[in-house]
């Protein structure tokens, strides 16, 4: 790998130059405004997975966004590499609280700021760059499929019948995803756990319109009340959630996969500095490193109704809104939590109000080996580029399709993320670091070659 180490090292600027012009498409896969810049960047994709020397770069449509699908096949009897990435991004509100705007990058000590700067262009670019890398030098060691999707950040809501149709064109030995987080640049950390996800929205009706709040007020529930009454019924005094079932399916961490999991570095008093909070919250009898890594959560992610305008108004809305979503660790399914909450939430409510509950997309969890050649190739490439050996950790985010991939492929993921805490992903000032980008991608070429090696 020294002369494609040496290629990536000499084509800083052009990676960046690159890497800035997919952060400039708004690919915002929430909102039906941004189809065509969805779009746009789904061609971009292709034109640089073809660029970067596949003998093939397609988009495949689904009845969402596109999937972008790119392969150099080198020799059949070498080992290959899939790698999974997804070009759309979060929406960048609020926008006032950017620095700079979402979708025009700037370098600003050391870091790109953009929209998808780490999550997830900035990540799965790197892929692009060491492919053409080790390409331009001839060093390629495995066959390469690239699949970059543009709906991750709605649920991969297509992925899975995409995946199910095309279980051959799919075909390989390790899925790689950058996608992911380090603990930091000094302790290099690979992910082998991520949540589930159950999604779901709550409406609540009273009165058949808005009422004066003095005329009809006491007389009448008010549906923000009720909603909150129920709300806060989702969770008791010790962090747990009320949900009948909920846990039942929750593996217990045996007392050694708690102890190593707590060995990572963590300092409490600087997690809460950070967050500018006075105290940290959750489930009794767990660590924070626990509650995120390995506990499942519920939170509500949005709340509104009512008058929320400048000024006072005087009012007993009709209609109160939530979106409430749970994070799930195995071996609890999304499908099952969902139909737990949907009828619970109906169970709760009481008879002066109306309830609907949809569900949105959801995902189950999934835990990644760390005696896979994929593990150990990818553990020795961060100790190669990072200089240090990397600890597994567990994350608190989701990545719906990986658990898929795994029963439908049966192929085993790596999660070879190079992202931050502090790249604020989903946030405003989303960033990431240059280091990181560079030794991201020598980090992907050395994996290209111990996977080649490990037999
Ligand atoms: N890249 C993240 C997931 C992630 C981030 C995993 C950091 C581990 C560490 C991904 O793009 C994401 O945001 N996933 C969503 C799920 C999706 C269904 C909206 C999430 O976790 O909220
Ligand atoms: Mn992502
Ligand atoms: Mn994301």
Known sequence: MNASVEYIKNHQEKFLDELFKLLRIPSISADSQYKDEVRATADFVQAKLKEAGCDKAEICETPGHPIVYGEKIIDESLPTILVYGHYDVQPADPLDLWDSPPFEPVIKDGRIYARGACDDKGQFYMHVKAFEAMV???????????????????????????????????????????????????????????????????????????????????????????????????????????????????????????????????????????????????????????????????????????????????????????????????????????????????????????????????????????????????????????????????????IPIVALFNEELKVDSVLLGMGLDEDAIHSPNESYGVENYMKGIETISWFHQYFAETK
């Open 136 to 398: 331009a030098n001839d060093e390629l060691t495995c066959n390469v499929k690239f699949m970059i999707e543009g709906e991750e950040e709605v649920g991969s809501d297509n992925l899975g019948d995409f995946v199910k149709a095309n279980k051959e064109k799919l075909k390989s030995d390790i899925i790689v995803i950058s996608d992911t987080s380090m603990i930091s640049n000094d302790c290099p950390s690979i992910t082998v756990g991520l949540k589930g996800l159950s999604y779901l929205e709550v409406e609540v009706t009273g009165p058949n319109r808005d009422l004066h709040s003095g005329v009809y007020g006491g007389g009448v529930a008010n549906p923000i009340n009720t909603l909150c009454d129920m709300i806060s019924s989702l969770m008791d005094d010790k962090g747990r959630v009320t949900i009948p079932g909920f846990y039942d399916k929750v593996v217990e961490l045996t007392a050694q996969e708690r102890a190593d999991l707590n060995a990572a570095p963590f300092d409490e008093e600087d997690y809460k500095k950070d967050l500018d909070i006075a105290a940290v919250k959750g489930e009794d009898g767990y660590t924070t490193l626990e509650r995120v890594g390995i506990r499942p959560t519920l939170d509500v992610n949005g709340i509104w109704g009512g008058y929320i305008g400048e000024g006072a108004k005087t009012v007993l809305p009709s209609k109160a809104y939530a979106k409430i979503s749970t994070r799930l660790v195995p071996n609890q399914s999304s499908d099952e939590i969902t139909e737990l909450l949907v009828k619970h939430i109906e169970n709760i409510a009481p008879d002066y109000v109306k309830v609907k509950v949809t569900p949105h997309h959801g995902g189950d969890p999934a835990v990644t080996p760390t005696d896979s050649k994929g593990y150990l190739a990818a553990a020795q490439a961060v100790e190669k580029a990072w200089g240090k050996k990397p600890i597994p950790t567990r994350d608190g985010g989701s």
